[in-house]
């Protein structure tokens, strides 16, 4: 358990000395979503409708956007090797980095997805619900984008590559987050895709680690 | 006593044979040597080593235990030094080392502030790794040996980029470790002068492709 | 048995035997199937000639589940029992499988367009097809992504086995989207039963198919061995030139 505070703790701290991670990925999701009004026009009924969709799809692109960097950094310098060599086992590696990405990450989008939602005319019905919703989502973004960051670690063209292997899959995740959204906008029991939602953010949590390890194993051989 | 103990082991790189049928037995407080032409797996050896590659055949033993029924145990008990320098610029020498220390289980407050006098760079604890010279980093990466508990070091190149004091500073280091009854393995190309090491030249084990494709055409 | 089948030259003297015997099945199959399905079975009282389409699209539809599910565990095989042929297998399967997902796709459009009056609709089926497609090719992208092929192949493995835990999840949030958002007015395709004069081409083309997939598996496969054999010759050959 040291292992897992010391390597969390040391990531957050890298991120808040040579950190603008988290003010970039914030800035990335309101330039994505401020596009669409631009894009779609701003009459407010149109805006309302799809604003579940596009804050879920600006979400998701802004956690793919900083998931390259995940194990990057700590490859290229040698810092993995060590800690695939220091005690801790990998899995609980991949996890202690998982959650810091998550809480610089993951945590600002959360925080300004009620304000952007906002700017889309949202009905006040969804904040909770998309708050909800996104805690429980996001972490499960980052989890199953662990596993594609250690598979593309030194390959040609990382990051488009990363795009082209998660971004499938993490369709389930956009799908139950809106319908969460939108069931509470609708007046209809969210209880469902809620719990999915939470089902696929448990089974992320006991697999993900391991097939991100596995990931990152072979990328040191 | 301890013994770390290498049988007739195989290390294929993607597709290409390394070397064949290396055999190799350190004991407590000895240090191996391997030296070899470029491209005969001095590198790669010390990698199977500490478990980074699985080796394509053979076994690597502790006391007689294979070492692959437990990675955790061996993890924790060897300290790998590679080519690259693990240095973050944002942290600071000591946070640097600091965090190695956690990781090890070791503690921090009482370990690093030695680790970085045995190597001479305690003047710089404080500032930002990102000040380090080339040396001072690989001093810095170096320090880790001093924090703690590994009985086997693995050390591939340890002299690159040091000038001649520090090492003599490391050669000390070694000469510590070994007699407190810890075993080093260490690549090198400048000669760095351990008492009674064994010396192990990679080259008689390098397999060619040729070779390698007569076999498999025989088997 | 996989042991038997792990040696490369084993299989190379196995697969030559079988190679043509496996292009006759095809076409003798898909000849068949072709003849029953165009000229002697009837047109739909419903959707008339186009009909027709179903006996390319369904065939098509399975062998782009069978073959993933084909390659996902030869994957596995390569990477749990490192079985060099296994590895060769998964690589070869995916462009075969990608291009049935996109024959599903095409020809499901092209089915589309007289039945719903529509290229593409965002039927649950169709979707996942898509997303399916999406996979193949992220995993063909990840295995030639790597300086090292070793590399390439072993992560490639690791996200067919990921993949293809998430295919059932895939599926089953994209039955769930598509029930929410379902116009009532499209027609699904699974409803009355289908007349057993349709049944019968339409099982000799899944079986043509079937067997059309094992065949350019095993050429493909075949191809890549000797590569990989020319690849050996040629680094004997430099070393000595380097001697």
């Known amino acids: 358990m040291t292992g897992f505070r010391a390597i969390l703790e040391r990531d957050l701290r890298l991120a808040l000395r040579q950190g603008m991670d988290s003010v970039m990925v914030v800035m990335f999701f309101v330039i994505a979503v401020v596009l669409f009004p631009l894009g779609v026009g701003p009459e407010p009924n149109t805006l309302a409708r799809i604003a579940p969709g596009v804050l879920w799809v600006a979400a998701l692109l802004s956690v793919l956007l900083s998931l390259e960097r995940l194990f990057h950094n700590d490859f290229e310098d040698g810092s993995l090797e060590l800690m695939a060599l220091s005690p801790p086992s990998l899995e609980v590696v991949v996890l202690a980095k998982v959650l810091a990405h998550w809480l610089v990450t993951g945590l600002p989008l959360i925080i300004a997805a009620p304000v952007l939602a906002i700017l889309m005319n949202m009905p006040a019905d969804g904040f909770a619900l998309l708050i909800l919703a996104l805690l429980l989502g996001t972490p499960a973004l980052s989890l199953i984008g662990a596993v594609g960051a250690a598979l593309v670690l030194g390959s040609r063209r990382g990051g488009v590559l990363l795009a082209l292997l998660i971004l499938p899959l993490f369709i389930p995740v956009l799908i139950f987050g809106v319908g969460a959204v939108e069931a509470a906008i609708g007046g209809f029991p969210a209880r469902a895709p809620l719990l999915l939602l939470g089902a696929i953010f448990a089974a992320t949590l006991a697999l993900c680690p391991w097939g991100a390890a596995a990931g990152l194993r072979q990328a040191l051989e | ?219 | 048995m996989l042991n038997y089948f792990a040696n490369p030259r084993r299989f190379m003297k196995l697969s030559g035997i079988l190679t043509p015997w496996m292009a006759g099945a095809t076409l003798i199959l898909a000849g068949a199937g072709l003849y029953l399905g165009l000229f002697a079975s009837p047109a739909d009282y419903q959707q008339g000639e186009t009909v027709r389409i179903m006996y390319v699209h369904v065939p098509a539809a399975w062998m782009a589940l069978f073959c993933y599910t084909g390659l996902a565990i030869s994957a596995a095989v390569g990477l749990i029992w490192k079985h060099p042929v296994a590895d060769v297998a998964a690589r070869a399967s995916a462009p075969i499988g990608a291009c049935f997902t996109f024959l599903a796709l095409f020809t499901g459009a092209l089915w589309g367009k007289p039945m719903w009056g529509t290229w593409w609709v965002w039927d649950a089926r169709l979707t996942s097809m898509l997303v399916l497609f999406f996979l193949y090719l992220g995993y063909m992208a990840l295995n030639s992504a790597f300086d090292d092929p070793q590399r390439g192949t072993k992560a490639s493995a690791i996200l067919a086995m990921v993949g293809f835990v998430n295919v059932p999840i895939i599926k089953f949030s994209v039955d769930w989207w598509n029930t929410l958002h379902q116009p009532a007015s499209i027609l699904r395709m699974d409803g009355p039963t289908i007349h057993p004069d349709m049944l019968w081409p339409l099982f000799l083309m899944i079986g043509a198919a079937t067997t059309y997939y094992l065949w350019v598996l095993m050429l493909r496969m075949r191809r890549d061995l000797t590569e990989g054999r020319v690849r050996a010759r040629r680094q004997i050959q430099a070393e000595e030139a380097g001697a």
């Not at chain 2, 005969?40 to 590659?53: D, Q, V």
């Not at chain 2, 394509?56 to 061996?74: K, R």
């Not at chain 2, 946070?95 to 502030?113: I, K, S």
């Open chain 2, 1 to 219: 006593m301890d013994q770390f103990k290498g049988a007739s082991l195989d290390c294929l790189r993607s597709t290409r044979p390394v070397f064949r049928g290396l055999d190799f037995d350190l004991p407590a407080g000895g240090a191996l040597v391997l030296t070899g032409p470029n491209g005969s797996g001095k590198s790669s050896l010390l990698r199977l080593m500490a478990g980074l590659l699985p080796p394509a055949g053979g076994t690597l033993s502790w006391n007689g235990e294979p070492v692959a029924e437990d990675p955790d145990a061996h993890r924790a008990r060897l300290a790998y030094l590679g080519h690259l320098d693990a240095v973050k610029p944002a942290l600071t020498a000591a946070e640097n080392l600091a965090f190695w220390a956690q990781l090890e289980g070791a503690d921090p407050a009482t370990a690093v502030g030695p680790a970085l006098d045995a190597l001479a760079i305690g003047h710089l604890a404080d500032l930002p790794a990102r000040f380090l010279s080339a040396g001072q980093k690989r001093r810095l990466n170096l320090a880790r040996l001093g924090l703690g508990k590994a009985v086997l070091w693995l050390l591939d190149e340890p002299a690159t980029a040091l000038d001649v004091e520090t090492i003599s500073r490391l050669r000390d280091l070694i000469h510590r470790h070994r007699d407190g009854g810890g075993m080093v393995a260490v690549s090198t190309h400048s000669d760095l002068e351990l008492k009674d090491a064994v010396n192990l030249d990679l080259g008689q084990y390098t397999v060619s492709a040729a070779r390698a494709a007569a076999e498999e055409t025989a088997a």
